[in-house]
T-cell receptor, first 113, second 113 residues
């Protein structure tokens, strides 16, 4: 069964600190992996996309990594800000169909002053 | 700017009533999707459409229907609302080619009493 598991489920960090969110997947055949940010009461917004050949990709203070061999991805947030408080969702797409995506439950991050 | 909108943003209804949630996108995307989001679950696909007059069932389609009469709109109908359908509903759209990023609407919070 295709699954996407994220850890931790929730996280509280101090403003200015760094943090790393994890995503493990069993999806096959793999096409790509996206990290979405979902603010409370809003729809998810894409942060980064990782394809099979990519190991690292940055988007400002967000850096995603992908290890396709171990089927693991991480999202590292540097110098966190209060606006980073949100849920972060890992989404893996299977090759061969537009609807073939599996969503993780997400990690809820709270950044406190 | 292109966008995807949903209405209403909040809806309270009674068990057994028919409810329709609207989704409108100005991206001119052929692909459109409906998801529901519940605590403890990732986003789950209800229905999707690859273009006008095309509709397909997702993993949790029982009790829901959609119709696609034009590119811009994909309304979701709950034929006879049940308490188990209390959820937050998200509409999304994506282009056919490329990396298929899904753009999400702001969501509709539906409560069935």
């Amino acid at each position: 069964k295709n699954q996407v598991e994220q850890s931790p489920q929730s996280l509280i960090i101090l403003e200015g600190k760094n943090c790393t969110l994890q995503c493990n997947y069993t999806v096959s055949p793999f096409s790509n992996l996206r990290w979405y940010k979902q603010d409370t009461g809003r729809g998810p917004v894409s942060l980064t996309i990782m394809t099979f050949s990519e190991n690292t990709k940055s988007n400002g203070r967000y850096t995603a990594t992908l290890d396709a061999d171990t089927k693991q991805s991480s999202l590292h947030i540097t110098a966190s800000q209060l606006s980073d408080s949100a849920s972060y969702i890992c989404v893996v797409r299977i090759s061969g169909g537009y609807q073939k995506v599996t969503f993780g439950i997400g990690t809820k991050l709270q950044v406190i002053p | 700017d292109a966008e995807i909108t949903q209405s209403p943003r909040h809806k309270i209804t009674e068990t057994g009533r028919q409810v329709t949630l609207a989704c409108h996108q100005t991206w001119n995307h052929n692909n459109m999707f409906w998801y529901r989001q519940d605590l403890g679950h990732g986003l789950r696909l209800i229905h999707y459409s690859y273009g006008v007059q095309d509709t397909n069932k997702g993993e949790v389609s029982d009790g829901y229907s959609v119709s696609r009469s034009n590119t811009e709109d994909l309304p979701l109908t709950l034929e006879s609302a049940a308490s188990s359908q209390t959820s937050v509903y998200f509409c999304a759209s994506s282009e056919v080619a490329g990396l298929n990023e899904q753009f999400f609407g702001p969501g509709t919070r539906l409560t069935v009493l």
